[in-house]
């Protein structure tokens, strides 16, 4: 089956630092997304995208945050300044939009670790 | 605003049948979704209910009823390899992709 890649899995960095995540979604995906989990906790939606442009943010995703897909098949996520409380698992995820629609598929995630 | 209430833990044994319960509470109800998550990997899509009813998929099924606000995730002949979490996840509206997840059910399988 096809899959969502993230890199890095791992990524360690300094409070007030920017961080860059990375996903390509599946190749014949139209709907990106990010979701993140805080441990121990419940998964949460931060964005989607479709279009090349946001089309729903939750209030998480505030101006810290930006969503771009700079090629055809790179989709990032960018925190601009951390904050101990954006540690958690941050999975990228996307739908086909043109069959079975209520799928999502989430890659392996990438845990952030803001110290 | 909405909520999902599911049990935090659920035990068994290998070939038993369990039943995770999950109540909602949202505006714009669209539909259901069950996710599997093993050990904090990728949560992986089980099923979905839009509509009342069972949905079976192999050892696997789901239940809605849209006028108790309620569904279940059923699964039969338990293996090991389904210990995992299982969070139910409520779709708002037809927005693709947007859910509102459940805390979600460890289910523990012993031998």
């Known amino acids: 089956e096809p899959e969502v890649t993230q890199t890095p899995s791992h990524q360690v960095t300094q409070m007030g630092q920017e961080v860059i995540l990375r996903c390509v979604p599946i190749?014949?995906?139209?709907?990106f997304y990010w979701y993140r989990q805080i441990l121990g906790q419940k998964v949460e939606f931060l964005v989607s995208f479709y279009n090349n442009e946001i089309s729903e943010k939750s209030e998480i995703f505030d101006d810290q945050f930006s969503v771009e897909r700079p090629d055809g098949s790179n989709f990032t996520l960018k925190i601009r300044s951390t904050k101990l409380e954006d540690s958690a698992m941050y999975f990228c995820a996307s739908i086909e939009g043109g069959g079975t629609n209520e799928k999502l598929f989430f890659g392996s995630g990438t845990q952030l670790s803001v110290l | 605003g909405q909520s999902l209430e599911q049990p935090s833990e659920v035990t068994a044994v290998e070939g038993a049948i369990v039943q995770i319960n999950c109540t909602y509470q949202?505006?714009?109800?669209?539909?259901l979704s069950w996710y599997q998550q093993h050990d904090g990997g990728a949560p992986t899509f089980l099923s979905y209910?839009?509509?009342?009813g069972l949905e079976e998929t192999g050892r696997f099924s789901s239940f809605l009823s849209r006028s108790d606000s309620y569904g279940y995730l059923l699964l039969q002949e338990l293996q090991m390899k389904d210990s995992a979490s299982y969070f139910c996840?409520?779709?708002?509206?037809?927005?693709?992709?947007?859910?509102?997840f459940g805390r979600g059910t460890q289910l523990t399988v012993w031998p």
């Open positions: 949202t505006s714009g109800f669209y539909g």
């Open positions: 209910n839009a509509l009342d």
């Open positions: 996840a409520v779709q708002r509206g037809s927005t693709l992709g947007r859910l509102y």
């Open positions: 190749s014949n995906h139209l709907y």
